[in-house]
């Protein structure tokens, strides 16, 4: 009895762990947010565990019964389309339950967007908030009004088609003048950061319509502002 949280691949493949690749094979069910975005993964290490879908729109239906199979003593390990489940993805709801019931949980490191974005920024990392995504409508100028007085480095995952939007945003809530690195398409062939002022990385992206998974660092205030 045991749930098992196992990052997987952002991009390159070559990132999975050894351990994450023993615990996929050894456990007696996979819960994966899509499995046919994961069974190209399992085929490719050649895992032939059994999988079942648990994603954002079935965790609160679903929660209950895997619990139930856990205490009946199933090993279960919960992987995400990429990264590491629970950041941004599915995972928080089950884990809590686990918890709340005595079932041991076991999270591998590994992959995930944010770490690798923060250490390229070249900005402090000593101290950060992550925000995930942030509101779409509702809340969205209350956040960045708050964020804006925030002294630590903060970290936003954005969409493509979003990012001109939250980079005006930035300029318009921070200041054009805001110290902001962008990383795109992480571990992958076109993998792509680019640092500078908020007005610039606007600038810069308005002429280069970006694709692929986005990570913005965003400076924190300074004393001096």
Same mark, same amino acid.
């Given at each position: 009895?045991?749930?098992?949280?196992?990052?997987? /691949?952002?991009?390159?493949?070559?990132?999975?762990?050894?351990?994450?690749?023993?615990?996929?094979?050894?456990?007696?069910?996979? !819960?994966? #947010?899509?499995?046919?975005?994961?069974?190209?993964?399992?085929?490719? $290490?050649?895992?032939?565990?059994?999988?079942?879908?648990?994603?954002?729109?079935? #965790?609160?239906?679903?929660?209950?019964?895997?619990?139930?199979? @856990?205490?009946? %003593?199933?090993?279960?390990?919960?992987?995400?389309?990429? &990264?590491?489940?629970?950041?941004?993805?599915? %995972?928080?709801? @089950?884990?809590?339950?686990?918890?709340?019931?005595?079932?041991?949980?076991?999270?591998?490191?590994?992959?995930?967007?944010?770490?690798?974005?923060?250490?390229?920024? &070249? !900005?402090?990392?000593?101290?950060?908030?992550?925000?995930?995504?942030? /509101?779409? *409508?509702?809340?969205?100028? =209350?956040? $960045? !009004?708050? !964020?804006?007085?925030?002294?630590?480095?903060?970290?936003?995952?954005?969409?493509?088609?979003?990012?001109?939007? =939250?980079?005006?945003?930035?300029?318009?809530? $921070?200041?054009?003048?805001?110290?902001?690195?962008?990383?795109?398409?992480?571990?992958? @062939?076109? #993998?792509?950061?680019?640092?500078?002022?908020? *007005?610039?990385?606007?600038?810069?992206? =308005?002429?280069?319509?970006?694709?692929?998974?986005?990570?913005?660092?965003?400076?924190?205030?300074?004393?001096?502002?």
């Amino acid at each position: 009895m045991k749930l098992y949280i196992v990052p997987t /691949p952002i991009g390159n493949l070559e990132d999975i762990t050894l351990r994450a690749i023993n615990v996929l094979k050894s456990v007696d069910l996979i !819960l994966a #947010e899509d499995t046919r975005t994961s069974g190209k993964l399992l085929k490719h $290490f050649e895992i032939g565990t059994q999988m079942h879908s648990h994603h954002m729109h079935n #965790e609160h239906k679903t929660v209950k019964g895997i619990v139930q199979k @856990l205490k009946a %003593g199933t090993t279960i390990a919960l992987i995400s389309d990429a &990264g590491t489940p629970a950041i941004s993805d599915p %995972g928080f709801l @089950l884990t809590r339950a686990c918890v709340e019931n005595d079932i041991p949980v076991d999270c591998l490191p590994g992959a995930t967007a944010f770490v690798p974005a923060l250490v390229n920024s &070249g !900005l402090p990392n000593d101290k950060f908030v992550f925000e995930g995504f942030l /509101p779409i *409508k509702k809340g969205r100028q =209350t956040r $960045f !009004l708050l !964020l804006a007085e925030e002294p630590r480095t903060i970290i936003v995952y954005e969409s493509p088609h979003k990012l001109l939007k =939250t980079l005006s945003h930035i300029c318009e809530y $921070f200041g054009e003048d805001r110290q902001v690195s962008v990383s795109r398409e992480l571990t992958k @062939l076109f #993998e792509e950061t680019q640092r500078g002022t908020a *007005k610039s990385i606007l600038d810069y992206y =308005t002429s280069r319509p970006p694709k692929g998974e986005i990570v913005i660092v965003i400076a924190g205030k300074s004393k001096a502002t």
